[in-house]
């Protein structure tokens, strides 16, 4: 399974950013597509994730409220939508695929995109 994360760059606090994962190769019939995101000196956490159906979703405690997590069935792209951005929002965004049920550990993941960097700044 191959990922390609796109969508990153600079936006203001407050402001909306939406970044696009897509997906190709084996992906199989049941898994999760997970979005995760490292900032500096800390660990990589879990962003949000959606299942192959659609129909099941995610979002970390942080960014509740704020961000949403939708894809596209034919063509295999998640998307992340970031509003309300906030500095601490800061961080390489990765998203992720495994086989299965949505898990929330790193560990868990199988294959990873190439990282897109979110920076929020005035």
């Known amino acids: 399974v191959q990922l390609q994360a796109s969508g990153g760059g600079l936006v203001q606090p407050g402001g909306s950013l939406k970044l696009s994962c897509a997906a190709s190769g084996r992906t199989g019939s049941m898994y999760t597509l997970g979005w995760f995101r490292q900032a500096p000196g800390k660990e990589r956490e879990f962003v949000a994730g959606i299942d192959w159906s659609g129909k099941m979703s995610e979002v970390s405690d942080s960014v509740k409220g704020r961000f949403t997590i939708s894809r596209d069935n034919v063509n295999i792209i998640v998307y992340l939508h970031m509003n309300s951005a906030k500095p601490e929002d800061t961080a390489v965004y990765y998203c992720?695929?495994?086989?299965?049920?949505?898990?929330?550990?790193?560990?868990?993941?199988?294959?990873w995109g190439q990282g897109t960097l979110v920076t929020v700044s005035s």
């Open positions: 992720a695929y495994r086989r299965g049920i949505m898990e929330f550990n790193t560990q868990d993941y199988d294959y």
